[in-house]
């Protein structure tokens, strides 16, 4: 069983496009978060949910909107998809502690 | 907000030499620190982590420290292994709960033969 599972793993896709990555946590875990990591690694926090509610929205461009359905799963929608948008996305869930992050294994994203 | 500095960016030792990264913070009120390590083309995964209500903590071959008065943290691994060679991050928190963690860019680990 995958503790933090998000599909698709690999997108490439032409700019000016929109697209989904789509995060589920089965740990139990209220809180989930999107992290981006860019071609040099630098992993930086996008947002941050606490039981469905945003809680984090760090500087992101509006074209980028995370959605909760439930608090199991997170997911993040592009608009307008641009160059720059290209890296790997991490999807994250956090345990009722509080501390420890668990990661889920990235979704490769290239924009043409 | 929180500023995680990590040096050095690469790092090179022989096998079985140790290996130490450091960190600094900004943030006097960050209470856990997690250090992650990331293979290529994984995803990052915990290997040990402190609370702020402790200097240091062991797991075999791997420790961390930490100085709250100096805001530093270091990372030690001991008899290095080719498996060890990876990206590291250190990371610091605030508070808990739905706050995330800051990062620090990384430090890249290459065990040589």
């Known amino acids: 069983d995958t503790a933090v599972s998000q599909t698709p793993k690999y997108l490439v896709t032409q700019m000016g496009n929109d697209k989904s990555i789509k995060c589920e946590q089965n740990l139990g875990h209220d809180t989930m978060y999107w992290y981006k990591q860019d071609s040099k690694k630098f992993l930086k926090i996008m947002f941050s949910y606490n039981n469905k509610e945003l809680i984090i929205n760090e500087t992101v461009p509006n074209r980028f909107s995370p959605k909760s359905p439930d608090k199991a799963h997170l997911n993040l929608h592009i608009n307008s998809l641009e160059l720059g948008d290209s890296a790997v996305y991490f999807c994250?869930?956090?345990?009722?502690?509080?501390?420890?992050?668990?990661f889920g294994e990235g979704s490769w994203l290239t924009v043409v | 907000g929180e500023n995680v500095e990590q040096h050095p960016s690469t790092l090179s030792v022989q096998e079985g030499d140790s290996a130490v990264i450091k960190c600094t913070y900004s943030?006097?009120?960050?209470?856990?620190f997690p250090w992650y390590k990331q293979e290529l083309g994984k995803r990052p995964q915990l290997i040990i982590d402190?609370?702020?209500?402790?200097g240091e903590k062991k797991d075999q071959r791997i420790a961390v420290t930490l100085n709250k008065t100096a805001k530093h943290f270091s990372l030690h691994i001991t008899e290095t292994q080719p498996e060890d060679s990876a990206v590291y991050f250190c990371?610091?928190?605030?508070?808990?709960?739905?706050?995330?963690?800051?990062f620090g860019k990384g430090t890249h680990l290459i065990i040589q033969p």
């Open positions: 990371a610091a928190r605030i508070r808990g709960g739905a706050d995330g963690l800051t």
């Open positions: 943030d006097s009120a960050s209470n856990y």
């Open positions: 402190i609370r702020s209500n402790v």
């Open positions: 994250a869930s956090g345990s009722p502690s509080g501390n420890t992050i668990y």
